[in-house]
């Protein structure tokens, strides 16, 4: 049976340097959203609570409630329907119009727009956002936005640092006014991160980092992550595919002599994308995926009872001119996640 393996070194190699560039484990908030970038939300969220990460980053309410146990801060990013309030979790605020969903009561962190324009209220919409928010009662326990460009070499990094300068000023000056709390400060994703020498928000928001990348332009000093997901096929049949014999979908690899060959139980319908005649990959061990991968499976030159079938993904991404979220984030909640 298919399987994916989680590398809990690894990941713990990542969450130590995460930590220590930001300060400490408690300025780390993990993001886990869409399946922990599809290396399994539970698995990875045990094993962030258990290396002492606090603070978790999910998509929405049902994320939450899975791993509620596990955080003493969750913030949901991306909820609309919450038909009860039973939680102490942390809700994103992403415009004016969204207020009026919120429950009574809740935690809210503003969102604000620094530059990207897809998400966030506008700067001069603050104090708007606050008498709207304090009118039900929420309380604002943090303000972040998101950088558009800190993976690649852009001013747009700066410039979106300097706006988020003024989004605190406002914020503590608006808190002062009203004689409310200030709220926590937030706005580094992985790659912004490490973009600061001397990192002094709150906390950062880290996700492709915690699981072994970063997409971060070459010309910064990124560190030294480790790839904590790979991928195990496991053989259906094998057969001896005779010289000038083809195989698969197309017909589009002819055997160029005698060989064996294998059918594994992974293909697009698990999550590992499409490959053709004018792709080719190679798994870690040398195998050739031939021909075109199928819904349910692909084959390989060779007769293993298992492989590998990638342990880094960053060549996939290359291959099918992606970035690596996609390839792991595409993967099949229903592939079976181990840890070792």
Known sequence: MAKILLNKKNLFHNLNIISE?????E???VVLKDNAYGHGLVEIA???AEFGIKKAVVRTLKEALHIKEL???ILILAESNFHTYSHSFHIALNSLENISNLPNN????IKVD???HRNGICIDELEEAYTGLLKKNIKITGVFTHHRNADTLSTDFFWQNENFKEIKRRVVNICEKLSLDIPSFHSCNSSALFRHNNFNEDFARVGIATYGYLETDKTYNNPELKPVLSMW???MSTRELKQGQSLGYGATFTASKDMIVSTYDIGYGDGFLRLNERQSYTTPKGHKILGRVSMDNLSLDTD????CIFDNVQELAKIQDTITYEITTTLSSEIKREIK
Request: aromatic share 4%; net charge positive.
């Open 233 to 235: 096929a496991e053989k």
């Open 106 to 109: 809740s935690n809210v962190h």
């Open 71 to 73: 955080f003493n801060n």
């Open 46 to 48: 045990t094993l962030c």
């Open 304 to 307: 293993e009872k298992e492989v």
């Open 114 to 116: 620094t530059g990207m």
């Open 27 to 29: 300025k780390v908030a």
């Open 21 to 25: 560039h930001a300060g400490s484990k």
